[in-house]
C-alpha cells in the first residue's frame, strides 16, 4: 500500500473511514480481496509472492493497513516482508496494543514501513523509521511513503479531498472516496518531495494514483466501519481493465 487516507472519529455515522491504493508491479502475483482458506476470519488481498498483505480486516472489526517507507539507499537484502505485518496484526489474539508495541523489538527485521492497526475501539500507528507508537486520536490523516500526514502533494490532495467528501453530500460516499483514489494528476515540480529516486520517479509517482508500463496503481480500497456494520470495496485494476469487489459484514 502506498497511500492510506483516513478519517477517524470525526463522521456521525462512520467512526473510521479508509480510503487506500496499492501501488506494485504488475508481474507481482495477487489475489483480490477474499476471506483466506486459511484463515477464515480475515478478508483480504493477498501478495501471492510472500502470502502477506497490504490492508485487511477481521469478522470481529480488527484493521490493519501499510505503507512501504521510501529510502532507495536501504540496505533490505535479509529482510522479512513487510506484508507480514499485517498478516500478523489480523492473527494475532491479544489486544492490539501489545502486538503494536511487540514491534518495537523487531523494527530492523523488516525494510521501513508504516503501520496503522485498530479494533474498533483503539487506533495505533507505527513506524519503524519514526519508531514512536502513537494512539490516534480523532481527525484526517494521510501516509504515503514517510511519516503520518507528512505533506507530499498527494497526501495533502487526498486529506482535503476526504474532508470534503466527509463534510458535502453523504449520498454514494463509496463511489466518492474511488473516484478520490484515482486522481491521476501529477504535482508540479516544486512540490516534489527528494526521497533519494530520480526526478522522472519522483513525478511518476506524485499522483494519488500511479500509471506506468511496469508499475502502478493495482488497486483501491474503501472501508466503511460503523459499530455494528463494515462495508469493504476493493476495486482492482491491470493494465486491461477494472474489476470490483464488495463485502458487507457485521459485528
Known amino acids: 500500500m502506498c497511500l492510506i ?25 495477487t489475489a483480490p480481496v477474499h476471506y483466506w ?39 533490505t537484502e535479509g529482510k522479512r516482508s513487510r506484508g507480514e505485518l499485517v498478516a500478523d496484526a489480523l492473527k494475532h489474539k491479544g489486544n492490539v496494543k501489545d502486538y503494536m508495541q ?3 523489538e523487531k523494527k530492523d527485521f ?7 492497526v485498530g479494533d474498533g475501539m483503539e487506533l495505533y ?9 502513537q494512539t490516534v486520536g480523532p481527525g484526517i490523516y494521510g501516509v504515503s511513503n514517510h511519516l503520518l ?21 453523504q449520498d454514494d460516499l463509496v463511489g466518492k472516496l ?29 499522483p494519488l494514483f500511479i500509471k506506468s508500463e511496469n ?11 460503523e459499530d455494528k456494520a463494515i462495508q469493504y470495496v476493493e476495486r482492482v485494476f491491470t493494465k486491461e481493465r477494472g474489476s470490483e469487489q464488495q463485502y458487507k459484514m457485521k459485528l
Not at 110 to 116: D, F, I, M
Not at 159 to 168: D, H
Not at 179 to 204: F, H, I, K, M, Y
Not at 215 to 225: D, K, Q, W
Open 149 to 169: 500526514n507528512t505533506e507530499w502533494p498527494k497526501v495533502q490532495k487526498g486529506k482535503e479531498g476526504l474532508s470534503k467528501i466527509i463534510n458535502g453530500e
Open 215 to 225: 508499475y502502478g496503481t493495482r488497486s483501491s480500497t474503501v472501508m466503511l466501519m
Open 102 to 104: 511487540s514491534l518495537v
Open 37 to 75: 482458506e486459511d484463515q477464515p476470519d480475515i478478508l483480504a488481498g493477498r501478495d501471492l509472492e510472500k502470502m502477506g498483505t497490504w490492508m485487511g480486516i477481521t469478522r470481529t472489526g480488527r484493521f490493519a493497513a501499510l505503507t512501504n517507507y521510501r529510502d532507495p539507499k536501504e540496505i
Open 110 to 116: 523488516y525494510p521501513g514501513y508504516n503501520l496503522l
Open 178 to 206: 474511488l473516484n478520490l483514489l484515482q486522481n491521476a494528476d501529477q504535482a508540479p515540480d516544486e512540490l516534489l518531495p527528494s526521497t533519494g529516486v530520480s526526478l522522472e520517479w519522483e513525478r511518476r509517482l506524485s
Open 5 to 29: 487516507l483516513f478519517a477517524y472519529q470525526v463522521h456521525p455515522v462512520y467512526k473510521l473511514i479508509v480510503a487506500a491504493n496499492r501501488d506494485e508491479f504488475f508481474h507481482r502475483p
Open 125 to 133: 500507528y507505527y513506524s519503524s523509521k519514526g519508531q514512536n507508537l
